[in-house]
């Protein structure tokens, strides 16, 4: 790109939308504001943040301008200043003075999220006596106390050389820039000329206003004054500051010399890895390939197949020349804390599938048995850092990120941010209350808006909403909001995405405190880390790796055989036969009813076709329609086809990327391939397509691209509907999309979860439920299915659990074998009880309890903790049930805690009358049970309605499979879950139990408008409808639906009193104010709703 | 065993009935639209009432608006006002004195009523019960009384009984053992716990033995958490009483004149005299007087008065006597008075305040004396007082409010810094102005076929339209102030910018003048 002509005048003082509430416009439309006024640079001054220059760096660079980097420091005791280092030693300075003034508050203390307080001693400590950054003061409308407080500042900053001025239409801006320049000269300083620019053009002074009254929390109507009286504070262009500033040519003067005296780029951030990773006198290389070849030894204690010895070799070159030793460094450092912490990980991400981390330990798919190409991930072309995250037991990755920050130091290691946009429903609303709409109005128009993200306010259904599109105001509204969409909002912390750095990080990037305790984060996210190639670790949760490691343990402890991810033996074919019959309940990744419906069609009989099970059944996939066509190849029902470009090209190109998935591409990077070999993208390019697929949910243009890559394919021979088609495919795996070595991974969870669950049921459902919550199902469902395999599940009870869930030798459990272990039901499964009376119980727990009153005087449980055992019927064993021990628990007397109150209990009040209470009900105690537990063992609540439903001739859903295709079939039951993906156009999936197994129904979206309160509402529902079968998938397509909630009213109640409560006997509580979460009173939980 | 007997009254669908007559929805025509009343709950708004379609389709009081919203998207939600409701309940229960002297609100639907000995008035409890549903249907309210000995057991019946129960001293127990625990007034959480210990109906408590019951419901301050001490409450074991609620005390002087007053000097003795007693009962309560009208009433059995009005809450006597001082002759005496009141109409709470330490008055507290004055004398619209809006148009800057309704200030709007005319024209008058296009200042203003030589001038300040308020058409205008060589000085404005595409050649304004 050609260079600019050099401008007389430089804007120095740009306020992005990264001051949050107060910039309304982005840095990408500032740049290319200022790029047709035809600046040749740029500088930004956002208000104590640094967080916008990234994107101002990135859009300039795009332009050809040079962005001068900044900010404006606010102090608190003194006026602002603009600061734009010179050099990066400035620049460093300045990060350094942010990050103090966001670490600590004025007093020392852990600064709050978002604060930043700055003091002029801090400001003069930071850039006293140093001629590096150049600073500016800003006076603010009050010029009297601006200059008695001059002096001062003077007198603290010997660098302050300048003062701003700007001509912004106030009336007196003559008399004011005049004063200025006297006061500039009093003090032997100069004035510089800018504009306070807050948006690019004047058009956005609406959106300027109206972010001022969200930051004030004002109506439009109100704000008054708090608004600025004109649209001048936009970016000008250099003839019209020329002209404004005609009297006072050296305030333009400056600003060029200031310009050109800053040359400090963000480009100068060379990344540096940190160096403990790297004993000293060894290069990294050299140390990586001694760890590698030792890690090797281990991993194959028979010897390494040469296979995997020549693509090590291979590996370690590639890593050499692309200079990245150090990164697996890194990772293998912190991975190896992990695990002397007996802390479970797993990496994963495109450099994660080598078989270098293999031997790290960092991943367990094991390149010996597996393909997976390095060389696929780490390509050379891409000049960026490899990526790699590890994910870790969700319950210990604090411990993790704590090591961390301990390691490498505060200002050495940060997390990333995530910049929090508007989105449409939250833009609405804000700008709705701004603009003084109703409550119920803006509601209504967020209403209008279907999932967190749509397109744009325009495609609104606002009329859907009976509101008047044509009302003036409504329009300006929705315009507005529409300009919001998209705006940054606030940081916040990536969940996982860290930084680490050899020199100080604090003196590359601002670091602020985190809103959690400990955590504090960098003003850049992974987009802006990415553009300046500094190297990030993922250290990501995940509740599978708590589960199986604990999974591990109590296989260690019971069967005392240890296993870990490596050590699973491979391809089991009684895994597969699980698999295949859809037995997948608990089981990482392909648990949902998705994944089971598509595992009796795949039938998986190898780890690859797990791979592909875990990455098909996604967003992508699916709107891609790559499923069917996938599933159909698979069955032998189609041939594979390969389109091929025209004659002058290889035919086989696109056989070469879609052999291994049967001619569909499935994966993300096959669809970056095609990208390149069927457009002839290059890598460059499709870079930038994955990034603008991955990014164009907040802003981006995705068009652009479409056009260039269907045309070029067109070009090269291939018919437009293919090419069309690819692109869709591409567009669904943007947001959706799975690398191959993301699904590699998570497919080897999926297979070590499901080894778990074949062999050892019982350790697995205990795993899961002390891991909870997690995963996809409520802990009604895991002990459901555990028992379905056979094992006996034991209730909670004060002489036998644990606070987890454990096992418990148990003769005749387990079917077929006469001793092995059953479930033994922890205290946590108890909503409520707490982790320290439990641990009370426990330890007092050297013989058994038995006496209610035992825990009491014994154990000193909290009288309130007694009574949530009680509730939860955990007396069995001293042969008190539900009632029974509740009656009991209530005599116990809320006292202090204290040796004195708790054995005057029983004397003052004398002995305590025998009473006979009614006998709870069996179904009363279900009802009971999934009050206090959320499930029961005692019986199904269908149980005691089967009766009159087998008069209604309903089916049970065990009976399901012996029906016909297309049979009408009535059946009732739990709503245990309603899902309504996007994907599935408005259709209804809903999950029944009932006490002998659960069904699908399936609700076209006509239906669930029309019972749309049933569908959405009901607890206990009846559905008629007929049936379908497909692949030994059974679902009942639904004609005819009743709400029967209320039948569960007389599980309670029995039928007689039920009936007669009409709405008009429904009092409300005596005293309004102890109402408790509502979930606590219904009689079944509510069901787990995904839309 | 009392021989009390107390009506409770039960008004279920009080806030939704009460809802319809105050926007007049016709309950015949709502069976279509389920409407419900929202409250601002813990998690976001909650139902508060809801009308009989809504009913029908299964929506129940404090489920959250969200939810339901979710289930029925015809759904209609208006906002609660359960301050009226409250009101409206007061007033109710003013109304019910017609049966008896005692009678008490209860939470926001419900009455008390101590009927012992009134019934016979009425003909028996029956028919004072069905007279009284009929009375509450005449104003459109659903109403279900129940009568019995305790507060407790009425309370109950009114609820959870079927028919209009008449509750006699001797069957308390036995009319109560069938109702569910719900009715002795408990909390849901102590509810369910009895349900839990299978202790459904009162019946089943009354047949515990008593001490059993208290040791496991220990009485901690907490009546709806005790059941044993609602049921005795019920029961009659423990008294309960109704106090009834006494309407406020009027704030009404009065004099019985020996001999009739017919001048103005004996009403202005009278008056003053009726003040100083008025005046000490405020400052007992902390009130000050907004709104007074003495009243006299002549020998001849007619009545004349006059009011008179404060903008500022006061307990000063000798300003208030003030405010009557010129208007007592439009009292018509005639044959003169005999009695005489005052009466303090409306009144607001006073902060106690020391204007400062000589115990002068602030200056606001004299402003507004003298604004009272001058209304008293000219009338409530003669006397106005500018308050700022805080726009940046000058026209809209200040609104004159009149006098009588301004209040203090309580957050001051911020006020423009740059100077403002000192006088501003109403509407801004058409000037001839030679300037360089397109921004040029002023050099010679035309206004009022008068040639101004324009030697000084500052500007521009540009003030562009209110966005929100304005036609997308509307100008921006650019403020100079020009001196004239005479030393005249004025403030014009430039009304748009040639390019602004939004009309012809701008045109310049004369909007204010300068001293």
Redesign the interface.
């Known amino acids: 790109m050609a260079a600019k002509a050099r401008t007389p005048f430089i804007e120095l003082g740009l306020m992005t939308n990264f001051s949050f509430l107060q910039g309304a416009s982005d840095p990408a439309e500032l740049v290319s504001a200022a790029h047709v006024l035809g600046y040749d640079a740029i500088g930004i001054a956002d208000r104590n943040t640094l967080a916008g220059v990234v994107r101002l760096h990135v859009a300039a660079a795009g332009l050809g301008l040079r962005p001068i980097i900044g900010c404006r420091l606010d102090l608190l005791d003194a006026p602002s200043l603009y600061a734009y280092p010179k050099s990066r030693a400035g620049y460093g300075r300045l990060c350094r003075l942010l990050s103090a003034a966001k670490m600590q508050n004025r007093d020392g203390a852990w600064q709050g999220k978002g604060q930043c307080d700055l003091s002029l001693s801090l400001v003069s400590e930071s850039l006293r006596a140093v001629d590096d950054p150049v600073l500016i003061a800003v006076p603010d409308d009050d010029l009297d106390a601006f200059s008695t407080g001059l002096p001062r500042l003077c007198q603290h900053l010997p660098v302050l050389g300048h003062i701003a001025a700007s001509y912004l239409y106030r009336g007196d801006d003559r008399a004011r820039i005049n004063r200025l320049s006297r006061l500039a000269v009093q003090h032997g300083l100069r004035l510089v000329a800018t504009n306070d620019v807050h948006y690019h053009a004047p058009a956005r002074r609406p959106l300027q206003d109206v972010m001022t009254c969200i930051r004030q929390k004002l109506t439009i109507t109100k704000a008054g004054q708090r608004l600025h009286a004109n649209a001048e504070r936009y970016l000008k262009s250099p003839e019209e500051m020329l002209r404004l500033f005609a009297d006072w040519p050296d305030a333009i003067r400056q600003s060029r010399m200031i310009a050109d005296a800053c040359r400090f780029s963000l480009a100068e951030l060379r990344y540096e890895y940190p160096s403990e990773t790297v004993p000293e006198n060894r290069t990294p290389d050299d140390y990586l390939a001694e760890l590698v070849w030792a890690g090797g030894a281990r991993r194959y204690p028979e010897g390494m197949p040469d296979k995997v010895r020549k693509t090590l070799n291979r590996e370690l070159a590639m890593i050499a020349k692309l200079d990245i030793a150090r990164y697996f460094l890194t990772i293998h450092d912190i991975v190896r804390f992990a695990r002397g912490e007996g802390i479970l990980c797993q990496g994963r991400g495109s450099a994660a599938n080598s078989a270098v981390c293999y031997c790290l330990e960092v991943t367990s798919v094991d390149p010996a048995q597996h393909e997976l190409l390095f060389e696929r991930f780490v390509s050379e072309e891409r000049k960026e850092p490899p990526d790699i995250d590890v994910d870790f037991e969700h319950e210990r990755r604090e411990e993790v990120i704590q090591h961390i920050y301990q390691r490498y130091g505060r200002d050495r290691a940060g997390l990333c941010a995530t910049v929090i946009h508007y989105r449409p429903r939250m833009a609405i609303r804000e700008v709705g209350k701004v603009m003084g709409l109703s409550e119920d109005i803006t509601a209504a128009l967020a209403g209008t808006v279907w999932g967190s993200w749509g397109k744009d306010v325009v495609d609104l259904r606002v009329k859907e909403a009976g509101l008047d599109i044509s009302d003036p105001h409504l329009k300006r509204t929705l315009a507005l909001a529409g300009e919001l969409i998209g705006m940054p909002r606030h940081l916040s912390q990536h969940v996982g995405g860290f930084i680490l750095t050899e020199s100080p990080l604090v003196e590359t990037v601002p670091v602020g405190n985190g809103a959690m305790a400990a955590r504090s984060f960098i003003e850049w996210d992974k987009d802006d880390i990415a553009a300046l190639g500094i190297m990030k670790v993922d250290v990501l949760a995940l509740g599978m790796l708590t589960c199986i490691r604990k999974s591990f343990a109590l296989i260690a402890a019971h069967y005392g055989r240890a296993y870990s991810l490596a050590t699973i033996p491979d391809d089991d074919p009684a895994v597969y036969d699980m698999l295949c019959r859809a037995d997948s309940v608990g089981v990482f990744q392909i648990e949902s009813r998705a994944q089971m419906n598509m595992l009796p069609r795949l039938k998986p009989r190898a780890f690859y076709d797990l791979v592909i099970q875990v990455a098909i059944v996604r967003p992508g996939p699916i709107q891609g329609d790559m499923v069917h066509p996938y599933l159909r190849r698979r069955q032998g029902k189609e041939r594979e086809v390969y389109p091929s470009p025209g004659p002058e090209y290889d035919p086989d190109e696109l056989r070469n990327i879609l052999q291994r998935t049967l001619g569909v591409p499935i994966f993300q990077e096959q669809a970056m391939k095609i990208a390149m070999v069927a457009a002839c993208f290059s890598p460059a390019e499709a870079n930038q397509l994955r990034k603008a697929m991955a990014t164009f949910r907040s802003r981006g243009k995705v068009s652009d691209h479409k056009e260039k890559m269907v045309g070029r394919m067109v070009e090269r021979g291939y018919a437009p509907v293919f090419a069309e088609r690819c692109f869709s495919q591409i567009e669904g795996f943007g947001e959706y999309g799975f690398p191959e070595s993301h699904a590699a991974s998570f497919a080897l969870l999926a297979y070590v979860s499901s080894w778990i669950k074949c062999h050892y049921p019982a350790v697995f459902a205990a795993a899961l439920l002390n891991s909870q919550p997690m995963g996809f199902y409520a802990p009604a469902q895991i002990i459901r299915d555990v028992r379905e395999h056979g094992v006996t599940v034991l209730p909670v009870d004060i002489n036998f659990s644990d606070w987890d869930n454990s096992l418990e030798p148990c003769a005749g459990a387990g079917g077929g074998s006469s001793w092995a272990y059953a479930l033994r039901l922890g205290l946590r499964q108890i909503e409520g009880f707490s982790g320290k009376d439990a641990l009370r119980l426990t330890g007092h727990r050297r013989r058994p309890y038995e006496a209610v009153a035992d825990l009491r005087h014994r154990a000193r449980l909290s009288p309130g903790g007694i009574r949530l055992l009680a509730a939860a019927d955990a007396f069995r064993s001293i042969g008190k049930d539900r009632r029974a021990a509740l009656w009991d628990a209530r005599a116990i007397r809320e006292a202090p805690d204290l040796p004195l109150f708790t054995h005057a209990d029983a004397e003052d009040e004398g002995e305590d009358q025998p009473v006979s209470l009614p006998e709870m009900p069996l179904s009363e105690h279900v009802v009971t049970d999934y009050q206090t537990m959320r499930f029961s063992l005692k019986a199904h609540p269908m149980a005691f309605l089967r009766k009159a439903y087998a008069r209604r001739e309903f089916m049970k859903t065990s009976d399901l499979p012996y029906s016909r295709f297309g049979q009408w079939v009535s059946i009732a039951g739990l709503v245990l879950v309603r899902q309504r993906p996007g994907s599935a156009s408005g259709v209804v999936f809903i999950t029944l139990e009932d006490e002998s197994g659960v069904a699908n129904l399936v609700i076209w979206p006509d239906i669930v408008e029309r019972h749309r309160k049933i569908v959405m509402g009901a607890r206990l529902l009846a559905a008629h409808g007929r049936i379908q079968i497909a692949d030994n998938v059974i679902h009942l397509v639904v004609r005819n639906l009743e709400d029967e909630t209320r039948l569960l009213d007389s599980l309670v109640d029995g039928p007689n009193q039920s009936a007669s409560a009409e709405p008009d006997n429904i009092a409300r509580p005596a005293s309004p104010g102890s109402g408790r979460h509502p979930r606590s009173i219904s009689i079944i939980p509510k069901s787990r709703d995904f839309h | 065993m009392n021989n009390r007997r107390i009506i409770s009254v ?1 008004l ?1 669908h009080f806030a939704i009935q009460r809802w319809q007559k105050r926007t007049g929805d016709n309950p015949e025509a709502d069976l279509g639209v389920p409407v419900v009343l929202a409250r601002e709950g813990p998690r976001g708004p909650v139902i508060h009432d ?1 009308n009989l379609a809504a ?1 029908r ?2 929506v ?4 959250r608006v969200t939810d339901i ?5 015809s759904l209609r ?1 208006e906002q609660a006002d359960q301050k009226a409701d409250r009101q409206d309940i007061a007033r109710l229960s003013q109304w019910c004195h017609q049966w008896c002297p005692w009678v008490r609100a209860d ?1 926001d ?1 419900g009455l008390l009523l101590d009927t012992t000995g009134s019934d016979h008035l009425w003909g028996g409890e029956a028919r004072m019960l069905s007279g009284m549903i009929a009375a509450f249907a005449s104003l459109g309210l659903t109403a ?1 009384p129940a009568v019995a000995p305790t507060l407790g057991a009425a309370w109950a019946l009114a ?2 009984a079927t028919t209009p129960a008449i509750c006699r001293a001797g069957s308390i127990a036995d009319d109560l053992s069938s109702l ?1 625990v ?1 009715a002795l ?5 102590t509810v ?2 009895l ?6 109906t009162i019946g ?1 408590l009354q047949a ?2 008593p ?2 019951l208290v ?4 009485y ?1 301050g ?1 009546l ?1 958490a005790s059941p044993s001490r609602r049921l005795d409450q019920a029961l009659g074991r423990i008294p309960e009483p109704l106090t009834p609620e006494i309407p406020a005390e009027p704030l009404r002087a009065m004099r019985q004149l020996l001999e009739p007053v017919c001048d103005a000097s004996g009403v202005t003795y009278v008056l003053h005299d009726l003040l100083d007693e008025l005046v000490r009962r405020l400052a007992g309560r902390n009130l000050g007087a907004r709104r007074l009208r003495l009243a006299g009433y002549r020998v001849d059995g007619g009545v004349s008065a006059i009011s008179a009005a404060t903008a500022m809450a006061s307990q000063d006597a000798g300003h208030l006597g003030r405010l009557f001082e010129n208007r007592i002759d439009r009292l018509v005496a005639g044959f003169g008075f005999e009695i005489m009141t005052l009466d303090i109409v409306v009144f607001e709470r006073i902060e106690n305040a020391q204007w400062d330490l000589s115990g002068g008055t602030d200056d606001d507290v004299a402003l507004s004396q003298l604004a009272d004055r001058l209304i008293a004398r000219f009338g409530h619209d003669a006397v106005l007082s500018p308050v700022a ?4 148009l000058p026209e809209r800057a200040g609104v004159l409010t009149p006098a009588a309704s301004f209040h203090r200030a309580t957050d001051k ?6 100077p403002r005319p000192l006088r501003l024209l109403k509407t801004p008058e058409e000037v001839q102005v030679l300037y360089a296009v397109p921004e040029g200042p002023p050099a010679q203003l035309v206004w009022r076929r008068q040639t101004h030589r324009v030697v000084r001038s ?7 339209p209110e ?3 304005q036609r997308s058409t509307a100008r ?1 205008r ?2 100079y ?1 020009v001196e004239d060589t005479e030393g005249r000085r004025y403030w014009i404005f430039r009304e748009g910018l040639p390019d602004d595409g939004r009309g012809g050649a701008p045109c310049w304004y004369v909007h204010g003048l300068d001293a």
């Open positions: 039960f279920p809801v009913i389709l299964g129940r009081c404090d489920a919203r979710m289930l029925i998207p939600v939470g639907n279900r609820r959870y569910p719900a007034r408990l909390d849901r959480e369910l716990m349900r839990r210990l299978g202790l459904k089943a515990l033995p001490a059993a040791r496991r419901f220990r901690h907490l709806s809006t805080g726009s940046h709007v911020e006020t423009v810094s740059s500052e500007g521009p300040e540009r003030i562009a966005w929100w308020r921006l650019d403020y102030r």
